[in-house]
């Protein structure tokens, strides 16, 4: 009896009829529920060009993403069709074959039975400078528990890049450092190395108002801290500019830091921003927030062609 | 600017030479004394009229000998006053109430609605307001006002009005010319202005006088009673959530006047027993729990005549939600401990009014106001074991302050001009938010000390405002309202200026029928920084900065006035709105608390609001009220560089509904039995829904079909407000049953909302449930209703 009178089920019983009793289904049919084509294709320079089709799936349906297998797809490179050696794998997997260089321009047509046609166009921008590196580490090793050759490592990196930022145009970056990471592989019962991207921390007011927010979207941490870190040169154009990050490692031991700094296109910085942004919003922030707004520079579809040249230091 | 200020006042004293005999004076109510606003002088002979301003007074200059004046008010008995013109006249008329419907009652109605060179302008009778049947019978103005066309209410339930595509920060709420800024009690359900109190009610939604300003959208000017000057009266209610008073009467007869009601709710009351029982149940002997929600508020007033010439009016309105809970554990001698919670928000706003008249044609009114929002949490913990104490006390503050004097004159120079000039100096002080920390212990004599302020710093800024307006009627069928409005708005080093012209004209095609035409320019220095459709405590006012800058609204609309044979008034009018530096707030944007970095999360963009409003309005009989209906088209457009939102796309704005529909009808059947019943029609609020889900993955991944939750799936958003509810639709009724006691007269309301039970879309939500039929998971969309069918009943004595 005492049970009865407790708050929490006097509360949950009067949720259950008030939340119950006013509840109604949305019902859906005809256009609303259509899919549309998606394009993601991060074309980057000296590296083949490749580009994965799925389908957009309705959100009230629970089925997997749907592929694209029997698309029609032709590439336009600095203005002029290129009869390339295109390969289908039968996946939405697409080799376009063709490798873009620095100042490319790239278009990308994709036609389907069902669908129609959709494209997108980008550029490859010119590779980042770098013109100094380097690491301090402050990391303790452990021995006890692995062979000699593998140790045990527990610290932080923190590396210093200096980048030099061409004036003419704004310019957009995207930062990761990925660690080797020795992994026990029980297939063939020996150590495997795998580059891991790493979450990296960046310390630097120039680039980012630490104090406040995201300018494109109310995300607070990500500019600075994440996997990826996306800044532009709006504070730094022309400049020739110093940035600090650091890591902190743990596990085991396979070798040093590799730094990738991307120029990448507006459009690609757009959708990595957006994607992030989506990433971080919960639950609870949903119902408060306004909806984020994923990129798209895809005419007749969603995604990205958004183009990317890297520029990568083995840190020592 | 100066210039056109000089030239002004030159016109007006100019023409003020050719004047000859003024007639001014007071019309008021027989039985009560109250000043009656909006009551029309008018002298038959020469065919020129005059309306009382908000203090009850007219003048009226004439250049004939003779005249033979018709003072009438809707609802009141019309009276003819002949007068001869040798010298300036005083003439102060008492109407007495008139239940009946005559030709003479008729004539003052249609002589406002039809002349009058105001257009976008609603008077909502104050006994119509209280006929309305709404939420648990608690009469609301602002939801009789939701009922208009061109204001629309946001979500179901709340107070929110949104004005001809404006927002809802963009409404000046007026109480007895005092801005009022958090208009609303329980997140929105109920709003601060207790009809009881209330006397005049009157709506601009554009084609504003150039004596308003500050925000874009709409002026709801609220006048409160002045109390009976000749004899006592009040009254009690009792209704399912509240409890209200009001008593009026002389303090001097017909001299000086007070009026005080009151309002408070008693959920917190009701749910002590619950609490104890509980307790209890629980076997919680050594612990006492507290807990509840409340709010009140009071208004007084009192007035003074000094004599015919010079009144004094003094008002007060306090209103205050709390919410509070308490805990005490007393475990023994040694043992204890003691958690409070408060948390209070609400306004005061005080008033001192000044009315003179200088000469017969000049009218002065001084103000001198104070206002306050404020909105305070405060949390505290004390916790003794043996010789260790320790005691956590947290606090949250945030508000507004206003501090203004403001200085209104009336000028009638000849019997075509009504001219008004004055100015009005505010001072805010912006409270953004300031949290407190103060951590101490005490452990055997060892104490520990930790005491921190944290937060933005407090704001000042400075509006200055100068206007002048004429009321001009040029010949029989044109008359003109044009003025310009000067503001200045001074916030740290930035400095903003705005000249706003107003005009608006009427052509009276015929005794009943007239075409009305304005165009108002207005400009706004306040943000409401809001994340949800409720209005919560949480809600920021923020001033504009040097980064983000005044929005701006220009608003052209022109309709038709008709009165339809004696008994009802039409109109039909059209708008259109642009609006710039609105704000939006960014993707993922959220103030749930905090106004940290407020700037970074907004975006300026434009917007534009066009629509057509049609309203057929009775207001004298036995049957009243109106049918009103608006098409209307509300759009945004962010595109400027840095301010982007849905691509730079044009969207549609939150609440625009293109067919609003709304039916009100009140009928006495006798003295001792009336009833209402109103319908609204709306078509469904925006929201904006992710209807795709993408995989932004450049690789196939390895996924599984139960792995639903563990995907790459991205949700994508087509467009802001890309999704639109169903729509909304409700019928309420309301019985009122008076019977007439020896002492003063009952009033029993009975009155359900949403009779048919119709379930209305307050938001909906993905539900997500496992179907064991198919092994899957089943998506579906819901909408969630709050307010099914909901009977109520409320008891009131008057005397």
Redesign the interface.
Same mark, same amino acid.
Request: proline fraction near 5%; aromatic fraction near 10%; charge should be negative.
């Given at each position: 009896?005492?049970k009865?009178?407790?708050?929490i089920y006097?509360t949950a019983l009067l949720l259950t009829f008030?939340?119950t009793?006013?509840?109604?289904?949305?019902e859906?049919d005809g256009d609303?529920t259509e899919?549309?084509m998606?394009m993601?294709?991060?074309p980057e320079s000296d590296t083949p060009w490749?580009v994965?089709l799925?389908e957009?799936?309705?959100?009230?349906?629970?089925d997997?993403?749907a592929?694209i297998k029997d698309a029609s797809v032709s590439i336009e490179v600095n203005g002029r069709t290129l009869n390339s050696n295109i390969t289908n794998h039968g996946?939405?997997?697409y080799d376009l074959g063709y490798t873009p260089q620095q100042g490319d321009s790239l278009t990308l047509h994709v036609t389907t039975p069902n669908k129609g046609t959709m494209m997108a166009g980008c550029r490859i921008p010119h590779k980042p400078i770098i013109s100094q590196a380097s690491c301090t580490y402050d990391t303790t090793h452990y021995t006890e528990y692995y062979p000699d050759t593998v140790q045990s490592i527990n610290g932080d990196i923190t590396v210093k890049l200096t980048l030099e930022d061409p004036a003419e145009e704004t310019n957009y970056y995207m930062l990761r450092m990925r660690m080797p990471s020795i992994n026990y592989n029980y297939t063939t019962e020996s150590y495997d190395t795998i580059w891991r991207y790493t979450h990296i921390n960046v310390n630097d007011n120039v680039l980012f108002?630490m104090?406040?927010?995201?300018?494109?979207?109310?995300?607070g941490s990500q500019d600075y801290y994440g996997t990826q870190i996306l800044f532009t040169d709006e504070r730094i154009n022309g400049q020739t500019h110093t940035i600090t990050f650091n890591t902190s490692i743990y596990g085991l031991e396979a070798g040093h830091p590799l730094v990738e700094v991307f120029s990448i296109s507006r459009d690609r910085y757009l959708y990595e921003k957006?994607?992030q942004?989506?990433?971080?919003?919960d639950m609870f922030?949903n119902?408060?927030?306004?909806?984020?707004?994923?990129?798209s520079n895809v005419t007749g579809g969603?995604?990205?062609l958004g183009g990317s040249a890297v520029t990568k230091i083995k840190i020592d | 600017m100066k210039k056109e200020l000089i030239l002004l006042l030159l016109l007006v004293v100019a023409t003020g030479a050719w004047a000859q005999h003024t007639v001014s004076g007071t019309i008021t109510d027989a039985k009560t004394g109250e000043t009656l606003i909006g009551a029309t002088v008018y002298d038959t002979i020469s065919r020129k009229g005059a309306a009382t301003n908000q203090h009850g007074r007219f003048t009226l200059t004439l250049k004939e000998s003779s005249a033979v004046l018709r003072i009438s008010y809707v609802g009141y008995e019309t009276q003819y006053h002949p007068i001869e013109l040798d010298k300036n006249q005083r003439l102060d008329v008492a109407l007495k109430g008139s239940v009946t419907l005559n030709e003479v009652v008729i004539t003052g109605e249609r002589v406002q609605h039809v002349e009058s060179s105001q257009v976008s302008r609603i008077e909502l009778p104050v006994e119509q307001v209280k006929a309305v049947p709404v939420i648990f019978g608690e009469t609301d103005v602002i939801k009789v006002v939701q009922l208009l066309p061109g204001v629309q209410s946001g979500s179901e339930g709340m107070s929110g009005m949104y004005v001809r595509g404006g927002g809802p920060d963009e409404n000046l709420f007026l109480l007895d010319g005092v801005p009022m800024y958090n208009v609303n009690h329980l997140g929105g359900f109920f709003s601060a202005f207790n009809s009881d109190a209330v006397k005049n009610i009157s709506l601009y939604k554009g084609s504003f006088p150039a004596h308003f300003s500050s925000r874009l959208s709409s002026v709801l000017d609220i006048t409160t009673n002045n109390g009976n000057d000749k004899e006592y009266h009040g009254g009690v209610g009792i209704g399912l959530i509240s409890a209200k008073f009001n008593v009026e009467g002389p303090i001097i007869k017909e001299k000086t006047t007070f009026s005080i009601s009151g309002r408070r709710t008693y959920g917190d009351a009701l749910l002590q027993p619950v609490l104890a029982?509980?307790t209890a149940?629980?076997?919680m002997g050594e612990e006492k729990i507290n807990a509840g929600y409340y709010f009140y508020d009071l208004n007084a007033k009192i007035t003074h005549k000094f004599n015919d010439r010079s009144r004094l009016y003094a008002s007060y309105y306090m209103g205050d939600d709390a919410l509070y809970a308490r805990y005490r554990y007393n475990y023994n001698s040694i043992e204890k401990d003691y958690m409070r919670l408060g948390y209070n928000w609400g306004n005061i706003v005080g008033s001192l009014r000044w009315n003179y008249e200088l000469t017969p044609k000049l009218f002065m009114n001084i103000t001198g106001a104070y206002t306050r929002y404020r909105n305070d949490l405060s949390l505290s913990e004390e916790s003794v074991y043996r010789n260790y104490t320790e005691t956590y006390t947290m606090g949250f503050k945030s508000g507004i302050q206003d501090a203004t004097v403001r200085a209104d004159f009336d000028y009638a120079p000849t019997p075509d001009h009504a001219v008004k000039f004055g100015g009005q100096f505010l001072h805010h002080i912006f409270t953004p938010e300031t949290s407190n920390l103060k951590i101490s212990e005490n452990d055997a004599g060892d104490p520990y000390n930790y005491d921190t302020i944290i937060g933005q710093s407090i704001v000042h800024a400075n509006e200055m405002m100068l206007y002048a307006e004429d009321d001009w009627r040029i010949n029989d069928w044109l008359k003109i309202n044009a003025g310009l409005n000067f503001t200045g708005f001074q916030v740290q080093s930035t400095f903003y200026p705005s000249l706003q012209p107003r005009l608006s004209g009427r052509i009276l095609i015929n005794d009943r029928l007239s075409a009305k035409v304005g165009y108002a320019y207005m400009t706004q220095y306040l943000h409401l920084l809001s994340?949800?459709s409720l209005s919560l405590p949480t809600d920021l006012w923020v001033p504009v900065t040097a980064r983000i800058k005044p929005m701006t609204s220009q608003q052209v609309a022109a309709g038709f006035f008709y009165n339809l044979l004696d008994i009802m008034d039409l109109s039909v009018e059209g708008y259109y709105k642009h609006m710039d530096n609105l704000l939006?707030?960014?993707?993922?944007?959220?103030f749930?608390g905090t106004s940290q970095?407020w700037e970074?999360?907004v975006c300026m963009g434009r917007g534009w609001a066009y629509g057509v409003e049609f309203l057929a309005q009775k207001n004298i009989g036995a049957l009243t009220g109106w049918l009103g209906y608006t098409w209307s088209h509300t759009d945004r457009k962010f595109d400027r560089e840095?301010n982007i939102l849905?691509?730079g796309r044009t969207f549609p704005a939150k609440y625009d509904r293109r067919h609003d529909v709304s039916l009100v009808l009140s009928y006495k059947f006798n003295d001792h039995i009336d009833a209402s019943v109103s319908w609204v029609f709306s078509s469904g609020n925006t929201a904006?829904?992710?209807?795709?889900?993408?995989?932004?993955?450049?690789?196939?991944t390895e996924?599984y079909?139960y792995d639903?939750y563990y995907?790459n799936?991205?949700?994508?958003?087509?467009?802001?407000n890309n999704f639109r509810m169903?729509n909304y639709h409700r019928m309420d009724v309301s019985v009122n049953f008076h019977k007439k006691l020896r002492r003063g007269q009952r009033t029993i309301n009975v009155s359900i909302y949403n009779v048919y039970n119709h $379930?209305n879309p307050?938001m909906?939500y993905?539900?997500s449930e496992w179907s064991y039929r198919t092994n899957? $998971?089943?998506?579906?969309?819901?909408?969630?209703?709050?307010f099914?069918i909901l009977p109520s009943i409320s008891y009131n004595w008057k005397f």
């Open positions: 009896m005492k009865i009178f407790s708050p006097l008030v939340l009793s006013c509840e109604k289904v949305i859906f609303e899919s549309y998606v993601i294709s991060k490749k994965r799925t957009s799936r309705f959100f009230l349906y629970g997997t993403i592929t996946n939405g997997m108002d104090d406040a927010t995201n300018e494109l979207f109310d995300i957006s994607l942004a989506a990433g971080e919003q922030i119902l408060i927030s306004e909806p984020v707004q994923i990129h969603l995604g990205i | 029982l509980v149940a629980e076997g994340n949800t939006e707030y960014r993707d993922g944007a959220s749930w970095g970074n999360k840095g849905n691509g904006t829904l992710a209807m795709q889900n993408i995989d932004p993955s450049e690789e196939p996924r079909d639903y995907n799936d991205v949700p994508y958003v087509s467009s802001r169903p $379930q307050y909906v993905v539900n899957n $998971q089943v998506l579906t969309l819901k909408q969630l209703s709050i099914p």
